[in-house]
């Protein structure tokens, strides 16, 4: 099993910056690829970025520039830095780890952010 922590959600003003962090613990050694989704009232959760075993990152179009996603494999902890926030970021996120063997994802609690005019 594999345990996900998130903090650093909260509110801020359009054009702000928030860091949200996720702690894993349990059965890292199985992760290979981490990541941050987000769901808004009344929407599909959605992804935001990823970032692989090896580095590699994922970004979706509506953050590209904006947003950050990077690691510390030391502290088994993923960091989404978010800068330039906008109305359209407001929304519950959720920290990913998908393991490969077992094929499983793991959920955080989710952490509000809300971005206000």
């Known amino acids: 099993q594999v345990q996900l922590v998130e903090s650093g959600g909260g509110s801020v003003q359009a054009g702000g910056s928030l860091r949200l962090s996720c702690a894993a613990s349990g059965r890292i050694g199985s992760i290979n690829i981490m990541g941050w989704y987000r769901q808004a009232p009344g929407k599909q959760r959605e992804l935001v970025a990823t970032i692989t075993s090896g580095g590699s990152t994922n970004y979706a179009d509506s953050v590209k520039g904006r947003f950050t996603i990077s690691r510390d494999s030391a502290k088994s902890t993923v960091y989404l830095q978010m800068n330039s926030l906008k109305l359209a970021d407001t929304a519950v996120y959720y920290c990913?780890?998908?393991?490969?063997?077992?094929?499983?994802?793991?959920w955080g609690q989710g952490t509000q952010v809300t971005v206000s005019s």
């Open positions: 990913n780890a998908h393991s490969m063997i077992p094929w499983k994802d793991y």
